[in-house]
């Protein structure tokens, strides 16, 4: 079989956007994928052609239109992967919110007997044992009144979100049936992708914030986040001032920073360079802690 018969074409519809038309390469058992915009139809038929009359070879084609019709495809599936890893941290931090389901009151089967400062629902919060910073006993948590002995999820990091899943549902942490599929894909998405080493963004000793820049933190917060939380980190009531919550739990200002307040309106920065988080703490750091 020639090379020229291995190609195929497809015409796709993305939302959007115009249809696009894809070209699929079969060689050696490898199947390559290549999309071409409408303003491409011209080269797409010149292809065509030279494909069915002399049997070029595609590896042999070079077309320039590819790298940005790439562009569109990688951005994509970036933003729905951040979509689903901000989401996932909300259901770390507080899943029964996010999914509108009925507020646990017993205190969870797993919470050790050693841990009498926690009970009811939010023994119950994937955070209150694993901690913000993912390292549970060996973290933030190794110490206070959410200290429970529990390791963290740092070595799931690049797992397999089935294995993930499967813990999820086991009998210790009894998940199962609670959660869609889809909230469970979300969660295991953050556990195995979305995590960030704390230890590079904050010294665990001070708890300040590492390598960040105030002024353009400022500039960040002002933009997005003081309409709701006013320029003084105040707002809402009801709430600890910022500046106090930064210098006091920065894993968890940053957690909520990167992925959003669960059953709140709050953006979320998953999307964007982890230095931007960074520097939005570093000013928040500033802040009056009263």
Same mark, same amino acid.
């Given at each position: 079989m020639t090379d020229s018969q291995n190609f195929g074409f497809l015409k796709l519809h993305m939302p959007g956007f115009s249809d696009n038309l894809m070209l699929t390469y079969s060689k050696n058992g490898i199947t390559f994928l290549y999309l071409f915009h409408p303003a491409s139809s011209g080269v797409v038929s010149q292809v065509v052609k030279d494909t069915l009359t002399r049997g070029i070879s595609m590896y042999r084609i070079t077309l320039k239109i590819l790298a940005v019709s790439f562009v569109f495809i990688? !951005? %994509? #599936?970036?933003?729905? =992967?951040? *979509?689903?890893?901000? /989401? @996932?941290? +909300?259901? !770390?931090d507080k899943w029964f919110e996010v999914i509108d389901a009925p507020k646990p009151e017993n205190t969870h089967s797993a919470w050790p007997a050693s841990n009498t &400062?926690?009970?009811? %629902?939010?023994?119950? /919060?994937? &955070? *209150?044992?694993?901690?913000?910073?993912?390292?549970?006993?060996? @973290?933030?948590? #190794? *110490?206070?009144?959410?200290?429970?002995?529990?390791?963290g999820l740092r070595h799931l990091e690049?797992? *397999? $979100?089935?294995?993930?899943?499967?813990?999820?549902?086991?009998?210790?942490?009894?998940?199962?049936?609670?959660?869609?599929? =889809?909230?469970f894909e979300d969660l295991a998405n953050f556990v195995t992708k979305g995590q960030v080493d704390? %230890?590079?963004?904050?010294? /665990? $000793?001070?708890?300040? #914030?590492? @390598?960040? %820049?105030a002024d353009k933190g400022a500039a960040y917060y002002n933009t997005v986040c003081a309409g709701c939380h006013d320029k003084n980190g105040k707002e809402p009531k009801g709430m600890p001032p910022l500046g106090k919550l930064s210098n006091k739990n920065p894993?968890?200002?940053?957690?909520?920073?990167?992925?959003? +307040?669960?059953d709140e309106d709050m953006p979320a920065m998953r999307a964007f360079d982890l230095q931007v988080t960074v520097d939005i703490l570093t000013h928040l750091q500033t802040l009056p802690k009263e």
């Open positions: 990688t !951005f %994509n #599936a970036y933003a729905e =992967q951040a *979509s689903s890893i901000a /989401r @996932g941290g +909300q259901l !770390f &400062k926690k009970k009811g %629902n939010v023994t119950h /919060r994937c &955070k *209150s044992c694993h901690g913000w910073d993912l390292m549970g006993k060996d @973290g933030a948590y #190794a *110490s206070g009144s959410y200290k429970t002995g529990i390791k690049g797992k *397999s $979100n089935d294995k993930v899943i499967a813990a999820m549902k086991d009998e210790t942490h009894g998940y199962a049936g609670k959660m869609s599929d =889809q909230d704390m %230890n590079k963004i904050i010294d /665990r $000793n001070t708890k300040l #914030a590492i @390598g960040g %820049n894993w968890e200002v940053v957690h909520k920073t990167l992925n959003g +307040q669960p």
